[in-house]
């Protein structure tokens, strides 16, 4: 499986930001984003099934990030509203098979290169 992360860049606390995930080589049975700030360890933000029908999001991101995935195409979108400085890190997005929404990075086997978001206060 190659991922490929995308969409990142610089946008002001409180605005918007959506990531892509597109993979390619196999379909996958878990997909799952995570993000790592300078200095800190990786952590979980939302994870989803291949058929979108079971999803997991971590706290932090309940009710501001939205994590769906395109039927057409082999992407996984991470919407992310009402940003927060405390949102700044590298993205990245990650598979695994089976059917557990794993939320440790450690459960994962394929990992894309990661896009940084930065969010100024």
């Known amino acids: 499986v190659q991922l490929q992360a995308s969409g990142g860049g610089l946008v002001q606390a409180g605005g918007s930001m959506r990531l892509s995930c597109a993979a390619s080589?196999?379909?996958?049975?878990?997909l799952g984003w995570f993000r790592q700030a300078p200095g800190e360890e990786r952590e979980f933000v939302a994870a989803?099934?291949?058929?979108?029908?079971?999803?997991a999001i971590a706290d932090f991101a309940k009710g501001r990030f939205t994590i769906s995935r395109d039927d057409s195409k082999n992407v996984v979108w991470l919407q992310m509203d009402s940003l927060e400085p405390e949102d700044t890190a590298v993205y990245y997005c990650a598979t695994r098979e089976g059917s557990i929404l794993y939320s440790n990075s450690k459960e994962y086997y394929y990992w894309g290169q990661g896009t940084l978001v930065t969010v100024s206060s």
């Open positions: 989803l099934t291949w058929n979108g029908r079971r999803k």
């Open positions: 080589g196999r379909t996958f049975d878990i």
